[in-house]
């Protein structure tokens, strides 16, 4: 059965202190894993996409990365402003190439 | 770039209304939608895929005759929730994407309440 895990599912940092968020995964094909982050009431906004293992990508404090088995957000001297849930969600390769995705991680940066 | 649209926001109604949500892709042709559904403090639940003048392809366990998805031209799908009733209370979440490689981009999301 495909599946998604994110841990933890809920993570409270100081401003500037660094951390890392995980995804792990076994699906069936994988086409590629996304990053989002969701605010509340909002719909997700797109971050990353990791298509292959050992592929990083980095946007501001975020850094993303991605295994055979997990991928990690890694989040430098966070700002109250990254507060959000971070969703991962993996594309498979059949059904249409829809998301699966995990349950996410409720990330609060205090100052 | 890719911005998505979703209308209306929020919406409350009686019981057994029947209740239109709008999805428009605003600065890119989507070759697919997708509509979820997502409880509080839960992810987001996959209800149906849906691609240009095709009919749309459910997820199990969602009834098709309750939740119908028009997917008309590249740039809009609508859902309608038939004859609303309480339990059909949730956040309406639709995205887009522009080619089966593309990431998919979210609509805010529709607060539907039924009283």
């Known amino acids: 059965e495909d599946q998604v895990t994110q841990s933890p599912e809920a993570l409270r940092l100081q401003e500037g202190e660094s951390s890392s968020l995980n995804c792990s995964y076994t699906v069936s094909g994988l086409r590629g894993l996304f990053w989002y982050r969701q605010d509340p009431g909002k719909g997700p906004e797109f971050l990353f996409t990791l298509y292959s293992a050992g592929e990083e990508k980095e946007k501001e404090r975020l850094k993303a990365t991605l295994t055979k088995k997990e991928s990690f957000l890694h989040i430098t001297a966070p700002k109250p402003e990254d507060s959000a849930t971070y969703l991962c969600a993996v594309q498979l390769k059949s059904q249409g190439g829809k998301l699966i995705f995990g349950q996410g991680t409720e990330l609060s940066v205090k100052p | 770039g890719a911005v998505v649209s979703q209308h209306p926001s929020w919406v409350i109604c009686k019981s057994g209304t029947s209740v239109k949500i709008e999805c428009r892709s605003l600065d890119f042709q989507a070759t697919t939608m997708f509509w979820y559904r997502q409880f509080p403090k839960q992810s987001l639940m996959l209800m149906a895929t849906s691609n240009e003048g095709s009919k749309a392809t459910y997820e199990q366990g969602v009834e098709k005759d309750k939740f119908l998805i028009n997917h008309a031209s590249l740039t809009l799908s609508t859902l309608t929730v038939t004859s609303a009733h309480p339990e059909d209370s949730s956040f309406y979440i639709c995205?887009?994407?522009?080619?089966?490689?593309?990431?998919?981009?979210f609509g805010d999301g529709t607060r539907l309440s039924i009283l």
């Open positions: 995205s887009a994407r522009e080619g089966a490689n593309q990431p998919q981009h």
